[in-house]
């Protein structure tokens, strides 16, 4: 090749571009040197065996973890440095791998404190939170577009763990994100309830741009529409989800392996 | 209970449920960061120090205006936990018990080595804050006076705790004690409000020390011992964590216990160690929690 990777243009138009992630933990590299680009509201799943790299790479796509090189754009702005919690505001939205939620509130509050993030600060100290008509009746729209309203006055520690998977896209949600991080949504999920969150997913498909870390396969040929396999650490095959599956090298590391 | 009080009529009750309701205040402060932030500070007592001070050395400078002297009190509480609050805050569990309590010590030997103010011995108040408006004036020299007054404030203090954690405010407070790491994916920095939140507690703690000199009229670094901190918290345990009204029941019957304990016993401890630890293993959720288990059985 004539010139370098790095000095390929950032893409204007794209949603999200990342440009040679790299994070070492000792001798081990984590994400090695990886590329790649998001742009329109498609669903990109990322798969990969244990080890690969994937939740390194979400961590440093949130925030949490600092690249030792590279550099990720999000909307054309550098975004590599910028934390955690800023990153929400700018449209990054994200699960957890382990479900993440405020246990000891309920479903509504759970919705409510998230959309309440994104409507101004919150030092107002005497108006009770409950008479924020504005911010419940969202928190209660967002419960229904995730099929949880009946559940909304329940403790968030007493609903199933489907459901808690249901309140964290909600959550997620709650910001009208550019960018979805789904960080594998059907860890630890009956038939049944991956049924559920596939349909969930399907329903907001096409609204905003969405990254995928799944395990499960279904899944990942039922929504994605371009499929990354990750191999310790490095992008080994990317493209439409068809082709990438039936390429020898993917079939090897990861599909063939899963197989047997 | 606390209109009961009066009605006995005997000025040694009256006493004894006025400090009652003084620790409550500086329980149900506490309860703020530690049940609702999960913020375990280990030095609270320290703003019992503050204030009481504010009171002990203005009146010793012969300032007992107590338009003067509470105000400079809250400020200067308020300005200590801004400080302190954000030097610890950026520390989490045990690290940030181990800091409060560092940051409580410091603030307990200033006090020990101040000898203009009595070092360990304290300082004697001779006169109780004086609230003078024109003709009107209020006669805290008057037990029974001084009384109400605190348990107005108590009330007062009641209501704007039970506001704050239900406002939108006391939202973001009760997530980050959950789960710290999804208020800040949801894009919050929980910084900042732990540090409203500390501040807002060590004030009325403050106030609390302020009522504290006025009701004994004498100050010493005792009140900020580090004890002190420790014995807070059993009160907020004993009465619930993370409940309004909890602190104020645990401050009652941990007062009350310990004064009937150590009029039958000298080693009054003996029976009061294990009673706490009794409490802590089998009522987890502290007096508040026998209540309400029968509430949530029933839903």
Redesign the interface.
């Known amino acids: 090749m004539g010139y370098s990777k790095e000095r390929l243009p950032i893409m204007i138009n794209s949603v999200l571009d990342v440009r040679g992630l790299t994070k070492k933990y000792g001798g081990i590299t984590a994400t090695d040197d990886i590329f790649f680009n998001i742009s329109g509201n498609e669903i990109s799943a990322i798969i990969g065996p244990n080890g690969a790299g994937k939740t390194t790479l979400i961590g440093q796509l949130?925030g949490e973890i600092k690249p030792d090189k590279g550099s990720i754009y999000f909307k054309g702005e550098e975004i590599t440095n910028l934390?955690?919690?800023?990153?929400?505001?700018i449209g990054i939205?994200?699960s957890?791998q382990i479900t993440?939620?405020?246990?000891?509130?309920t479903v509504l509050?759970n919705a409510?404190?998230?959309v309440?993030?994104?409507t101004g600060h919150?030092?107002?100290?005497?108006?009770?939170?409950?008479k924020?008509f504005s911010?419940v009746n969202s928190a209660i729209n967002l419960l229904e577009r995730v099929g949880l309203k009946n559940r909304a006055h329940l403790p968030a520690k007493n609903i199933s763990h489907g459901e808690h998977r249901q309140l964290e896209i909600a959550?997620a949600l709650?910001?009208n994100p550019t960018l979805l991080l789904l960080d594998e949504p059907m860890a630890g999920m009956g038939p049944k309830e991956t049924r559920k969150i596939t349909q969930l997913l399907e329903s907001i498909k096409g609204t905003m741009s969405i990254i995928l870390i799944e395990h499960d396969m279904d899944t990942v040929f039922a929504l994605a529409d371009k499929l990354t396999v990750l191999v310790t650490g490095k992008v080994i095959a990317s493209g439409i989800p068809e082709i990438v599956r039936e390429l020898p090298e993917v079939r090897r590391a990861y599909l063939g392996e899963k197989a047997n | 209970m606390p209109i009961i009080a009066p009605l006995i009529g005997e000025p040694y009750w009256i006493d004894v449920f006025t400090r009652v309701m003084i620790w409550a205040i500086a329980a149900i402060s506490l309860d703020l960061i530690l049940g609702y932030g999960g913020m375990v500070s280990f030095g609270h007592s320290m703003f019992l120090g503050i204030g009481g001070y504010t009171i002990g050395i203005l009146a010793h400078y012969d300032i007992i205006n107590g338009f003067i002297q509470w105000p400079v009190g809250l400020l200067l509480s308020a300005f200590t936990a801004l400080i302190i609050g954000a030097l610890s805050i950026r520390t989490k569990g045990v690290y940030f018990i181990m800091i409060t309590l560092a940051f409580g010590q410091m603030i307990y030997f200033l006090g020990v080595s101040a000898e203009e103010f009595g070092s360990d011995d304290g300082l004697n108040i001779y006169n109780r804050s004086e609230f003078n408006v024109g003709k009107w004036s209020l006669d805290l020299d008057n037990s029974l006076v001084f009384y109400y007054s605190v348990f107005t404030l108590l009330v007062a203090i009641l209501w704007l705790v039970h506001r704050i954690v239900n406002s939108r405010f006391g939202m973001i407070i009760r997530g980050i004690k959950s789960n710290e790491n999804r208020i800040i994916a949801i894009g919050i920095n929980p910084f900042r409000y732990k540090l409203v939140c500390f501040t807002i507690s060590g004030t009325i703690c403050g106030l609390a020390g302020i009522l504290m000199a006025n009701a004994e009229k004498f100050i010493s670094p005792d009140m900020m011992h580090w004890t002190k901190s420790g014995e807070l918290i059993f009160m907020v345990v004993l009465g619930g964590i993370g409940t309004v009204f909890g602190p104020l029941n645990g401050a009652m019957v941990f007062l009350f216990l310990s004064e009937i304990l150590s009029n039958i016993t000298h080693n009054w401890h003996l029976i009061f160690g294990p009673f706490l630890v009794f409490v802590v293993i089998f009522a987890r959720r502290g007096i508040d929690g026998l209540f309400q288990r029968k509430t949530t059985d029933n839903d």
């Open positions: 949130t934390a955690s919690h800023k990153r929400s505001h939205s994200r957890f993440s939620i405020f246990l000891d509130l509050e409510a404190l998230a309440q993030a994104h919150s030092f107002h100290f005497l108006k009770p939170a409950k924020e911010i959550m709650a910001s």
